[in-house]
Nanobody, 122 residues
Framework: VQLVQSGGGLVQPGGSLRLSCFSS????????IGWFRQAPGKEREGVSC????????YYADAVKGRFTVSRDNDKDTAFLRMNSLQPEDTAIYYC????????????????WGQGTQVTVSS
């Protein structure tokens, strides 16, 4: 499984971005997708996930109500829409296939995208 990420960049506080995660080698519909981020000097944290079939989603408290995860299986692509971005959202964002995605948690990443930088600054 090879995941190719796009999106990200520099945005002002309050702005929006959309990240994409495309599976270039296999169909994505068999995999739950998780989104993670790692800020400088901090540990990687889980942000959101979306299940493979029934569309179940999970959001970390820090992003709930601001971020929306989705997927288009016909295009083998998952998305993370980020609204109302704040400086504390600055991080490298990664997508990954995950073995577990529930409404209350997700875990066990397997295959990772290359990461994309999101910087929120005025």
């Amino acid at each position: 499984v090879q995941l190719v990420q796009s999106g990200g960049g520099l945005v002002q506080p309050g702005g929006s971005l959309r990240l994409s995660c495309f599976s270039s080698t296999v169909a994505l519909d068999d995999f739950a997708i998780g989104w993670f981020r790692q800020a400088p000097g901090k540990e990687r944290e889980g942000v959101s996930c979306i299940s493979s079939r029934d569309g179940s989603t999970y959001y970390a408290d820090a992003v709930k109500g601001r971020f929306t995860v989705s997927r288009d299986n016909d295009k083998d692509t998952a998305f993370l829409r980020m609204n109302s971005l704040q400086p504390e959202d600055t991080a490298i964002y990664y997508c990954a296939t995950v073995r577990v995605c529930r409404s209350s948690y997700f875990s066990d990443p397997d295959f990772w995208g290359q990461g994309t930088q999101v910087t929120v600054s005025s």
